[in-house]
């Protein structure tokens, strides 16, 4: 019974802040790399962070870069996503994808139903 439950999403102004939250059962979350990913109607589904398994390694999409920071608590199994400085164009379903490499290859690859994030004056 796999889960991944976002939170944290809401109604901010430009230049606001918010932290998504995204808690993960039913996988092996220390041996899974994870990733946010957003949607807006009519575009594709875009990633936005990824961060390694133990916490190390980090990618944002350029649009992201410097206001946004990814973060995981493997003895949680949560992974974060700090959003500061944002923008109207940062509106959006945001999602939470686990790529489990637990059990060899291919890995699998876990969402959750997403939170919405609503930047707006």
């Known amino acids: 019974q796999v889960q991944l439950v976002e939170s944290g999403g809401g109604l901010v102004q430009p230049g606001g802040s918010l932290r998504l939250s995204c808690a993960a059962s039913g996988f092996t979350f220390s041996r899974s790399a994870m990733s946010w990913y957003r949607q807006t109607p009519g575009k594709e589904r875009e990633l936005v962070a990824t961060?390694?398994?133990?916490?190390?390694?980090?990618t944002y999409a350029d649009s992201v870069k410097g206001r946004f920071t990814i973060s995981r608590d493997n003895t949680e199994n949560t992974v974060y996503l700090q959003m500061n400085n944002l923008k109207p164009e940062d509106t959006a379903v945001y999602y939470c994808?686990?790529?489990?490499?637990?059990?060899?290859?291919?890995?699998?690859?876990?969402w959750g139903q997403g939170t919405q994030v609503t930047v707006s004056s």
């Open positions: 961060i390694t398994t133990t916490g190390v390694g980090t």
């Open positions: 994808n686990a790529k489990d490499m637990s059990r060899g290859w291919p890995s699998r690859n876990y």
